[in-house]
């Protein structure tokens, strides 16, 4: 407790790991992670589903031993206390499906010693309905509120815009950046690589491992792509496919992360298909599939 009339001083780092794994037997779901989070950032931690952040999440929380390694939340082990300045939003959202709107409030509020916020209108016309009865996107709103209630130091947000439209996707990540211009450090995990650009920083995981850090732009660095244009673009994707190379759609455009233009050209030449080959910027996702198809290292 900060005693009465004191100043209390945030620490530099909110959030820390330093170099956790967790097994389960012989199976690795999280392998020397090194990480961090500061007051006001918006952490990004991108990787495909079972790619170990949901894991990475539950150690950093305190809610799941590590297997090896040290972390900190707010300057110390995360105990009970320190999760009282902790707002978390699950994959499963946290929310009593048989309470209604506002009895789920008034729970969560009085747990944190907080008077329930107020509700926005689009809460206020459903308060008395059972959330289980709710669309996902409301369900994902409230989460959102409850989570903030206590204006907490730190957020934790586990894919929280997955399943949600356009629309609510752009409202959740407004109130993302407007935690973080408080000086709230924001931890959120996606496998929604455009969500990328939203992000003041991003950790890639892949297979266990924290592969990449940095701007979208450093993690990209010089990786290219190259593009396919063709109307038979479903045989290039499956010739491309075939020939062990990382192929992905965007459009009708088959797209190579990390390939040689004039190597795709040979194998669609082989295989008889004509098509308009160039090389073109790489994206994040793009990045992502050329480092998680990368050898481990010694």
């Known amino acids: 407790m900060t005693p009465e009339g004191a100043v209390e001083v945030q620490p530099a ?14 199976f ?9 989070v500061g007051p006001g950032e918006v952490v990004g931690l991108l990787g495909a589903n079972g790619a170990g952040k949901t894991t990475l999440i539950r150690m950093l929380l305190g809610l799941l031993a590590m297997t090896v390694g040290d972390v900190e939340l707010l300057g110390g082990p ?10 978390y939003v699950p994959q499963g959202l946290g929310l009593y499906r048989d309470l209604t709107v506002r009895e789920n409030l008034a729970f969560t509020s009085q747990a944190y010693g907080a008077a329930p916020p107020d509700l926005p209108e689009s ?41 949600v439209d356009a629309l609510a ?8 950046h407007e935690q973080a211009e ?33 701007s979208e ?33 965007a459009g009708r455009d088959v797209r190579v992360a990390g390939a040689d233009a004039d190597q795709v050209r040979t194998v669609l ?3 008889g298909v004509t098509a308009d080959v160039v090389g073109v910027p790489a994206t994040i996702e793009e990045r992502m599939m050329v480092l998680a198809r990368a050898p481990e290292g010694p």
């Open 169 to 176: 996707r752009a409202a959740l990540w407004d109130t993302i």
């Open 13 to 26: 780092v909110l959030l820390r790991a330093d170099r956790v794994s967790r097994r389960f037997g012989a």
């Open 28 to 36: 690795t779901a999280v392998e020397d992670v090194t990480m961090r």
């Open 269 to 271: 030449a082989h295989a």
């Open 217 to 249: 732009a450093d993690i990209i660095g010089s990786t290219t792509a190259v593009a396919v244009r063709t109307n038979d673009w479903a045989r290039a994707f499956a010739v491309l496919n075939e020939a062990g190379q990382p192929v992905m759609l």
């Open 78 to 87: 995360p105990d009970r206390e320190l999760r009282r300045r902790l707002g």
């Open 123 to 163: 809460l206020r016309q459903v308060a008395d309905r059972l959330v289980a009865e709710l669309p996902l996107g409301l369900q994902r709103q409230l989460a959102f509120l409850a989570a903030l209630a206590h204006d907490p130091q730190v957020l934790v947000l586990d894919e929280p815009t997955s399943g």
């Open 182 to 214: 408080k000086g709230v450090g924001v931890l959120v995990t996606t496998h929604n690589m455009a969500e990328a650009e939203q992000c003041d920083r991003l950790l890639l995981m892949s297979q266990a491992r924290l592969v990449a850090q940095g």
